[in-house]
Structure formats: structure tokens, C-alpha cells
């Protein structure tokens, strides 16, 4: 059991160098799925982060947490870890969701350029925590033009 640990530990170490070995060892694909608005009070809002998580593996691969930042008009409004424990088996896809806190007075700041440009950009980033490697996803795109 020892040797099979290590050697799975040895491929995705090869896999992180090398961006994966076809069919042997490939690192899991991350990307943002959705975003959708939870909970709102006066002071705060909570959103959920979708992302899918592919493993294209033969074998199963444990993840352990993230972390992430979301900008708003280039201005950070909410960065965090999640700690995760969970196994996304061989060959599956899957969808982990993330609570995001967002505190109104950040959105505040992001007022002024909202009403010049009339437009809401978002950058959403973060890694995703493997044994032996962190994936990063990326998503950036823009809401508006009213």
C-alpha cells in the first residue's frame, strides 16, 4: 500500500512539473462554474462560487482546500480559504461550491467606477489545494453597460 501511495505521490509530482503525463498522470481541470447571490443584509452579503472539478485520472485524488480573491472594478471586495476534505473519484465531474462573504462598504468603493464606465468588471481567482499541488482557476468577464 506504502509503495502505491508513493508511487501515485511521484506521478503527481511529475504531472504539477510537467502539466501532466497523457493517460498516467493529469493534473484535475478547474474553472468556474457560476456565481449566484445567497444571503443579503444591510452590512454584508454572502455569494456561492461554483467551480467543476474534472479528474481525468484512472485513480482518485483528494482535495484539501482553496483559496480565492474577488475584484469588482479592479478593487478587492472579499479573499478567503476554504477548507476542504473531500475525494473527487476517478473520471468524475464534479461541482464544489464556496461561500463568499462580501462586506457593502468594499462594494461602496466600487460606486464611483460603476456610474463613469457603467459597467461592473470581476475578476474571480484562487487555487485549489492537492496533495503535492495547487491548481489555479481564473475568471474574469464584466456585467453592464446600461
Known amino acids: 500500500m506504502k509503495k502505491i501511495i508513493f508511487l501515485i505521490s511521484v506521478l503527481l509530482t511529475l504531472a504539477s512539473c510537467t502539466g501532466g503525463i497523457k493517460g498516467v498522470a493529469e493534473p484535475p481541470k478547474i474553472s468556474v462554474y457560476g456565481v449566484r447571490l445567497a444571503d443579503v443584509s444591510l452590512t454584508q452579503g454572502k455569494a456561492i462560487i461554483a467551480l467543476r472539478v474534472v479528474n481525468p485520472n484512472p485513480y482518485s485524488l483528494p482535495l484539501r482546500g482553496l483559496n480565492y480573491n474577488l475584484l469588482l472594478n479592479n478593487l478587492k471586495v472579499a479573499e478567503g480559504a ?9 473520471h ?7 461561500p463568499v462573504n462580501i462586506q457593502f462598504t468594499s462594494l461602496l468603493q466600487t460606486l ?7 459597467q461592473l468588471t470581476y475578476d474571480l481567482s484562487g487555487n485549489t489545494q492537492f496533495p503535492l499541488l495547487n491548481i489555479p482557476f481564473k475568471r ?3 456585467v453592464g453597460s446600461y
Open 92 to 98: 468524475e465531474d464534479r461541482i464544489i461550491e464556496i
Open 112 to 118: 464611483p467606477g460603476l456610474v463613469k464606465n457603467r
Open 140 to 142: 474574469v468577464g464584466r
Open 82 to 90: 476554504v477548507q476542504k476534505n473531500l475525494t473527487i473519484t476517478s
